[in-house]
């Protein structure tokens, strides 16, 4: 079992709690980049989201 399975399972229920999560590490790497990297960071949590399962229905944070 890799470790995103393992982190799937974890999440399982909890996809609002992910999706926060996602966010705040944009926001903190974003803040810490002075936004250098905004679209590579973006890219990443939508990816995360996706995985995690914590987008479904949802609109993107701009």
Avoid: C, I, W
């Avoid at 999440?11 to 926001?27: F, I, S």
């Avoid at 890219?43 to 993107?60: A, S, Y």
């Amino acid at each position: 079992m890799s470790m995103l399975d393992k982190l799937k399972g974890l999440l399982k229920g909890h996809e609002d709690q992910a999706r926060t999560g996602v966010d705040k590490a944009g926001d903190y790497a974003d803040e810490k980049t002075q936004g250098r990297y905004s679209g590579q960071v973006d890219t990443g949590q939508e990816k995360l989201r996706e995985q995690f399962g914590g987008d479904q229905g949802n609109p993107p944070r701009t």
